[in-house]
């Protein structure tokens, strides 16, 4: 088992900075791919940006540019930096866990979401 805590939502102008963090409950040496997703009022819950174990990225088109994932593996620790955030970007925000297994589908796990909001 994973749990996540999320932390660093709130409400931001057009145009401003903000930085969320996940904090895992075990080494993030053990677990393989983490990420952030987002899910706005009415929408299916979309990826934002995802770093593996060895430091590979991936972001949403929607964000690459604006947003930057990264890790601190000593503190079990993946932010998300969001600059030039955009009133679209407007989501709970959740931070995902996720295990690859030998057989079978992958465990994924997910914290509680946190809320930003862009608005002016």
């Known amino acids: 088992q994973v749990q996540l805590v999320e932390s660093g939502g709130g409400l931001v102008q057009p145009g401003g900075s903000l930085r969320v963090s996940c904090v895992a409950s075990?080494?993030?040496?053990?677990?393989?791919?983490m990420g952030w997703y987002r899910q706005a009022p009415g929408k299916q819950r979309e990826l934002v940006a995802t770093?593996?174990?060895?430091?590979?990225?991936n972001y949403a088109d929607s964000v690459k540019g604006r947003f930057t994932i990264s890790g601190e593996n000593a503190k079990n620790t993946v932010y998300l930096q969001m600059n030039n955030l955009k009133p679209e970007d407007t989501a709970v925000y959740y931070c995902?866990?996720?295990?690859?297994?030998?057989?079978?589908?992958?465990?994924?796990?997910w914290g509680q979401g946190t809320q930003v909001t862009v608005s002016a």
């Open positions: 995902n866990a996720r295990r690859f297994m030998a057989y079978g589908p992958p465990n994924d796990y």
């Open positions: 075990r080494s993030v040496f053990s677990i393989d791919v």
């Open positions: 770093i593996t174990n060895n430091g590979s990225t």
